[in-house]
T-cell receptor, first 115, second 110 residues
């Protein structure tokens, strides 16, 4: 079956702009999580959505937001971009949301560069 | 705040050697997972451990979950170049949130 698809794969923005990233989970998966990966901080949890509801949120400023649609596809948005937002943004989908967590299936990520 | 630490941060070894990487926390996790990430790709799950003291083997990889469910180790026997990658541990918090450690970057030299 098709894996997790993230678009776009690469993008370059300038400070102050905003960006929207998209994630299509594996068919049948209702949970979508977003992570930011940087060399210095590793994978940092942004938020998780399940059935269109945000279930968990990490410690990121309000400039980072997301949503999930009825077909489980998810988008995340970053407004007023800063240089420090340059990172690989990874989306992961899973079937279960109860503990213990099921396997997280990751996409290849969207690499954002802010100039 | 629940945090995961991993050591070592970087590891470069010769093919055929054995190695162990560690994942530690001061917090208890309901489960712990190990992922491997290769350049240009997302992490891929290797194993999930749930019970304190649990040991799981996956071919040349042996995973152990600490008795108190605060730490874990990954041991690789006779490392091969194909084992090269970033090894990440991930713990499930009491709030159903999965957090990741910073990773151990492993390089196996032929």
């Amino acid at each position: 079956k098709a894996g997790v698809t993230q678009t776009p794969r690469y993008l370059i923005k300038t400070r102050g702009q905003q960006v929207t990233l998209s994630c299509s989970p594996i068919s049948g998966h209702r949970s979508v999580s977003w992570y930011q990966q940087t060399p210095g901080q590793g994978l940092q949890f942004l938020f998780e959505y399940f059935s269109e509801t945000q279930r968990n949120k990490g410690n990121f400023p309000g400039r980072f937001s997301g949503r999930q649609f009825s077909n489980s596809r998810s988008e995340m948005n970053v407004s007023t971009l800063e240089l420090g937002d340059s990172a690989l943004y990874l989306c992961a989908s899973s079937y279960w949301t109860k503990q213990p967590s099921g396997e997280l299936f990751f996409g290849e990520g969207s690499r954002l560069t802010v100039l | 705040t629940q945090l995961l630490e991993q050591s070592p941060q970087f590891l470069s070894i010769q093919e055929g050697e054995n190695l162990t990487v560690y994942c530690n926390s001061s917090s208890v996790f309901s489960s712990l997972q190990w992922y491997r990430q290769e350049p240009g790709e997302g992490p891929v799950l290797l194993v999930t451990v749930v019970t304190g003291g649990e040991v799981k083997k996956l071919k040349r990889l042996t995973f152990q979950f600490g008795d108190a469910r605060k730490d874990s180790s990954l041991h690789i026997t006779a490392a091969q170049p194909g084992d090269t990658g970033l090894y990440l541990c991930a713990g499930e918090t009491s709030y159903d949130k999965v957090i990741f450690g910073p990773g151990t970057s492993l390089s196996v030299i032929p």
